[in-house]
């Protein structure tokens, strides 16, 4: 689908969901909703500007991304803890010896901004280095290094309680 | 090494190139402390790709109109500045029109009959003394009250004062001057004077007439005789108007009527037993003065603070018609001043007032808002009658009949209906059954909502908010209906609480 044959109700149907899980992980589900309202709202406003260089996923969350600073700024929230589901825990569990989810809970929202946002945005919304860049506004090696440093990070704090290496 | 160990996440994520990826997997066989690092990459990556919980998305619906009213604004097309310019033009052309029109054509507007009684009254504002203090003063007030001299009317006023006497002691339902004794205080208007002032001799009721210190300012008997009525209204007031605030008064107004209700308290042996502002959207609405009197005479001091304050203000006894009252408390006609101080003084200066301990009816403030005063202007004035509302009784409990000035009679609200139509009541509040079968929605309504979403989603919470109001709105309710029940012992007193509110709604000072 090309820039010109996009409209604004059906890439708010397609993508809506995303951007309010992607909201909801960094300004909380409160105020999800309204997060992502301005999101679609500002790229309604943007989007005879969109080339169609990236993905409309990725263009949208970038704009969320936006979006969601400037609501912690403005309201001044806390980093949210990522809820985890235990049902949602492989029957295996062997990770649970290694990692303490409480703890990764606390390690994630412990690291800086910058590391945290390019984990939630590879390991959690799933986007490839390439689109995490072009959410960010940086280069995919800036990604990669960021994405190194805050696993060591995370390793670091989890350490005593899962053994290290 | 080192280099590779800063590939080993990209390797794992499958980001690196194929070389590269060959060089991290060899090392990784060769590392066991690299390998070990690797698992425990791969370990929160497993966790946090696979076991964070998706919030359940709302407000899909929500956004698209948002989108699809900001569509519509977007459909309008811009104005181009030559269009703008040219409205600014056609609109600067016609409110210069408008207002060379509006000089030419509106002649100064000649002196009213409200003009003239506006005169009279802030004259008689500067000539009349306020009620001294001191029982040295009362012959002095004996004198202004009784020679016609000592208050002199406005020349284009006096000159038909003396022809419509205000019939005070002839009141209907006054008591006879006979039963007055010396300093007894009662009897009728008569007795009233001759008691405040140790007078034995009962005082005629055609010496009175047209000669209490309030009565020239405002009634039109005294100071003008009748005005004539307003075309279709068969009123001597201007019309009743809605878009009019009557909450923007003149001080001089207020201040000369409550001079002059307050003197014929004092005369009438009567106790002002508080008072206290009425307050307007825009700030004080007038006066409320509560005044303590022997049952007996409560009905001729009703006649004579009728005269007095004429048409300015409204006379009601908040606790005459309890029944009324106490199925709904905010209805009660006139703002009650039962703050802590006003009940301290009333206890102080009126000892029997004990009786009332507690059962004073507590009316919420901004109860009598402005569509409750004009819904009573509006009654009154719609009925043709005087606009005030008396206690409407006689000491002996019957309905009094009409005053010979045309005022009609009746207790409390009950007045205000007798005199055309109701107040009108906006803030009726929810009885408790409707308080609770809306809780009974609402309670159902989440039970719906926890169907959807979680119990900390919006919806939920709004949800939640509102029922927190409402079981506080029913337990206020509830507190309030416990504190307005009944007094036995509310008509049992000797002595009536009066309220006097003036509330000037004088067409023009309200512009």
Redesign the interface.
């Known amino acids: 689908m090309t820039p010109s044959e996009l409209s604004?109700?059906h890439i708010?149907?397609e993508n809506?969901?995303a951007v309010?899980?992607f909201c909801?992980?960094r300004v909380g589900?409160?105020r999800?909703?309204d997060a992502?309202?301005e999101t679609?709202?500002t790229a309604?406003?943007a989007l005879r500007n969109f080339r169609g260089d990236s993905q409309v996923r990725t263009w949208l969350f970038g704009i969320a991304h936006n979006e969601c600073r400037r609501i912690v700024r403005q309201k001044r929230l806390e980093v949210p803890l990522?809820?985890?589901?235990?049902q949602?825990?492989?029957s295996e569990d062997?990770?649970e010896t290694?990692?303490n989810?409480q703890a990764?809970q606390i390690a994630?929202a412990r690291l800086s901004e910058e590391h945290r946002e390019v984990?939630l945005l590879?390991?959690?919304d799933?986007l490839?280095?390439d689109e995490v860049a072009a959410v960010l506004g940086v280069p995919t090696g800036t990604v990669?290094?960021r994405?190194?440093h805050a696993?060591l990070n995370?390793?670091k704090t989890?350490q005593p309680v899962?053994g290290g290496? | 090494m080192s280099d590779l160990r800063?590939?080993?996440?990209?390797y794992l994520?499958g980001?690196l190139p194929p070389e590269k990826a060959q060089e991290v997997h060899d090392a990784l066989s060769q590392d066991p402390?690299m390998a070990?690092?690797a698992?425990?990459?791969e370990?929160?990556?497993?966790?946090?790709?696979?076991?964070?919980?998706?919030?359940r998305?709302?407000?899909?619906e929500?956004?698209?109109m948002?989108?699809?009213g900001?569509?519509r604004e977007a459909e309008i097309p811009a104005a181009p500045p030559w269009v703008w310019i040219f409205r600014g033009a056609v609109a600067l052309g016609i409110g210069a029109a408008v207002v060379i029109g509006a000089v030419n054509l509106n002649p100064p507007t000649p002196k009213t009959a409200f003009d003239t009684r506006t005169t009279a009254i802030r004259d008689l504002t500067q000539r009349l003394d306020l009620p001294p203090k001191s029982n040295a003063s009362m012959p002095d007030r004996t004198e202004m009250l009784y020679a016609p001299d000592a208050i002199a009317l406005p020349p284009q006023a006096s000159s038909t004062a003396a022809k419509a006497p205000v019939p005070l002691a002839g009141a209907p339902g006054a008591i006879p001057p006979t039963v007055a004794g010396p300093g007894g205080g009662g009897g009728g208007m008569g007795g009233f004077a001759g008691g405040g002032f140790g007078n034995s001799a009962p005082i005629p009721p055609s010496t009175l007439s047209g000669h209490l210190p309030g009565g020239p300012g405002v009634s039109g008997p005294i100071v003008g005789g009748p005005l004539p009525p307003v075309p279709g209204t068969g009123s001597p007031l201007a019309p009743f108007r809605p878009d009019v605030t009557p909450a923007k008064v003149d001080p001089a107004l207020v201040k000369a009527s409550e001079a002059a209700v307050r003197h014929v308290v004092k005369v009438a042996g009567a106790q002002v037993v508080g008072s206290s502002a009425l307050r307007g959207v825009e700030g004080n609405a007038g006066r409320s003065i509560l005044v303590a009197v022997d049952a007996r005479h409560a009905a001729a001091l009703v006649e004579s603070l009728r005269t007095v304050i004429g048409q300015m203000g409204t006379v009601s006894d908040p606790f005459d018609s309890p029944t009324a009252m106490d199925q709904n408390p905010q209805t009660v006609d006139g703002v009650v001043d039962a703050s802590p101080r006003t009940m301290t003084k009333a206890r102080a200066t009126a000892p029997s007032f004990e009786k009332y301990d507690g059962n004073l009816p507590r009316v919420a403030p901004g109860v009598r808002n402005q569509q409750q005063m004009r819904g009573q202007f509006a009654g009154s004035m719609g009925g043709g009658s005087n606009d005030f509302v008396s206690t409407g009784r006689t000491p002996n409990g019957a309905p009094a009949p009409v005053g010979a000035a045309g005022a009609t009679f009746g207790g409390g609200r009950g007045g205000a209906a007798t005199g055309g139509s109701n107040a009108v009541n906006l803030d009726q509040p929810l009885t408790p059954q409707a308080i609770e079968d809306q809780l009974a929605k609402l309670r159902k309504k989440r039970t719906d909502l926890l169907i959807d979403f979680?119990p900390?989603?919006?919806p939920v919470?709004e949800v939640d908010a509102d029922i927190a109001d409402l079981e506080k709105q029913l337990a206020a309710t509830k507190l309030s209906q416990a504190k307005s029940k009944p007094s036995p012992t509310r008509n049992a007193s000797g002595r009536k609480l009066i309220q006097i509110m003036i509330r000037p709604h004088l067409p023009g000072l309200n512009p």
């Open positions: 604004i109700a708010a149907r809506y969901d309010f899980r909801a992980r589900a409160e999800a909703a992502t309202q679609f709202l309604q406003k990522l809820d985890l589901d235990p949602k825990r492989s062997s990770e290694l990692v989810r990764l994630l984990v590879h390991e959690v799933g490839t280095y990669k290094s994405l190194h696993f995370l390793r989890l899962g290496a | 800063d590939d080993l996440k990209a994520d980001e402390a070990a690092e698992r425990e990459f370990a929160i990556s497993s966790i946090l790709r696979n076991e964070v919980r998706d919030p998305p709302y407000g899909l929500t956004t698209l948002a989108l699809s900001r569509d979680y900390d989603a919006v919470k």
